[in-house]
């Protein structure tokens, strides 16, 4: 039988057969799809795609994460050899920019192996066009970089918004995993009849009530305890910025952007963005090691603060004193409160007693 061409079409005759499915497996199809998944398929980012990020909106995002893994560099002790690694580069804007910062620093692009974590083809071709004179690597899984054994500096910017998660809803005292079923053609959600063991469920949830929801991610604790692992076996830091939350919260926060817009999740498989806020206790809990430091997640306005972003701003209206007006829009855009500057939180894991600037105490 020839395989049916629409991705919905496949995933409901998935349906059909085996039964409801969890949304984790959704998302993953509906992303990762070999030929039809959203992430498999053109760039999505930019004006005339779904989205923007923040490397995107302004040079300085970059060059901040550039600083960053300057000093992190440093206080690793300069290494001669190290790799650097990127979650989800997009189009190689965020390395382009950081990488102007690090060729300032002596010895630190000779000592630099640069490793891309990437799926698509089509920012595959944008990474080469920005960073081929730095001679990446690339790779789809991590598990690729195993035979590396020098320290390793990460750094993923909305990579684990992308990556699957499950709901469960409370009802009538038990929790049930969300399941998306069929009524007729069209795609549904539903509840599992099987209770969720009592073990599974967060401390934080034992008390809500009904019509409560919750979301777990088992994928991205799983990436951060490996890489916690690596970090801890090579030395070295991961920096991931993202959406999402601090402490292990309520709600349901699975979503589609299409064309910048909200857009229902289970409408259009294969040509939305899918994603989840970030549940950063839960990554930070995920870490088989810890950072030295008393905190290890700051809003996206606290870190790029502490890395200088409003200085570096004042130095370039100085310059340009025509750009001054787009300079301080971008920078607003950055860390305003009501824009990405608190929703955005950055986490550090990272060996044992590295303690990378500014996750510390004293800062945030
Ligand atoms: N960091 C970039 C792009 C963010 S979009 C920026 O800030 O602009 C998410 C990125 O992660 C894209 O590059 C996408 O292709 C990649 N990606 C998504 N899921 C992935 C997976 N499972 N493995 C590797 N890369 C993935």
Same mark, same amino acid.
């Given at each position: ?8 079409d ?14 984790s497996?959704?998302?993953r199809?509906?992303?990762? $799809?070999?030929?039809l998944?959203?992430y498999?398929?053109a760039?999505?980012? +930019? ?9 995107e909106i302004?040079?300085?995002f970059?060059e901040?994460?550039?600083i960053?893994l300057?000093n992190t ?8 050899a190290?790799?650097?690694v990127?979650?989800g ?15 300032n620093?002596?010895?630190?692009i000779d ?6 974590? /990437?799926?698509?083809?089509?920012l595959?071709?944008?990474q080469k066009?920005?960073?081929t ?7 789809? /899984? ?13 750094v ?6 992308a990556?699957p998660i499950r #709901?469960f ?7 049930h ?13 539903g509840?599992?009849p099987t209770?969720? $063991? ?10 809500s009530s ?6 777990q ?6 990436v951060?305890s490996?890489?916690?692992d690596k970090l ?9 910025i993202d ?7 309520? +709600? ?7 064309? $910048? ?6 409408a259009?498989?294969g040509?939305a ?7 950063f206790e839960s ?5 088989t $090691?810890t950072?030295?430091t008393? #905190?290890?997640t700051?809003?996206q ?7 200088g972003?409003?200085e570096?701003? /004042? ?5 340009n ?16 409160d009501t824009?990405?500057?608190?929703l955005?939180?950055c ?5 044992e007693?590295l ?5 510390a105490?004293?800062?945030?």
């Amino acid at each position: 039988m020839a395989e049916p061409l629409d991705l919905g079409d496949q995933i409901n005759a998935q349906i059909r057969a085996t039964g409801p499915m969890s949304i984790s497996t959704y998302m993953r199809l509906c992303l990762t $799809h070999p030929t039809l998944g959203y992430y498999k398929k053109a760039d999505p980012l +930019g004006a005339k795609g779904d989205f923007v990020t923040a490397p995107e909106i302004s040079q300085l995002f970059g060059e901040m994460i550039g600083i960053w893994l300057a000093n992190t560099w440093t206080s690793l002790g300069a290494p001669k050899a190290f790799d650097l690694v990127e979650l989800g580069p997009g189009r190689g804007t965020l390395l382009a920019d950081a990488l102007r910062v690090i060729k300032n620093v002596p010895g630190m692009i000779d000592a630099m192996r640069l490793a891309l974590v /990437e799926t698509n083809p089509a920012l595959i071709e944008k990474q080469k066009n920005l960073l081929t004179p730095f001679t990446p690597i690339w790779v789809t /899984e991590l598990s690729q970089l195993d035979d590396h054994t020098t320290p390793i500096l990460m750094v993923a910017n909305e990579f684990f918004d992308a990556l699957p998660i499950r #709901q469960f809803i409370k009802k009538d005292g038990t929790w049930h995993e969300r399941l998306i079923g069929l009524e007729g053609d069209k795609r549904q959600y539903g509840l599992s009849p099987t209770p969720l $063991h009592t073990e599974l469920i967060p401390d934080q949830m034992k008390d809500s009530s009904d019509g409560a929801i919750f979301e777990q991610s088992l994928l991205s604790q799983d990436v951060i305890s490996t890489i916690s692992d690596k970090l801890q076996n090579r030395s070295g830091a991961l920096l991931a910025i993202d959406y999402g939350y601090t402490q292990t919260q309520i +709600g349901d926060t699975f979503q589609a952007i299409e064309n $910048h817009q909200f857009a229902d999740p289970l409408a259009n498989p294969g040509k939305a963005d899918l994603t989840a806020h970030v549940d950063f206790e839960s990554l930070a809990k995920a870490a088989t $090691h810890t950072t030295g430091t008393d #905190q290890n997640t700051l809003t996206q306005a606290a870190f790029l603060k502490a890395m200088g972003i409003v200085e570096r701003t /004042e130095s370039l209206k100085a310059k340009n004193p025509d750009h001054a007006a787009n300079l301080e829009t971008d920078l607003n855009r950055l860390i305003g409160d009501t824009e990405m500057g608190s929703l955005f939180k950055c986490l550090c894991i990272s060996s044992e007693g590295l303690n990378p600037y500014p996750f510390a105490a004293e800062v945030g």
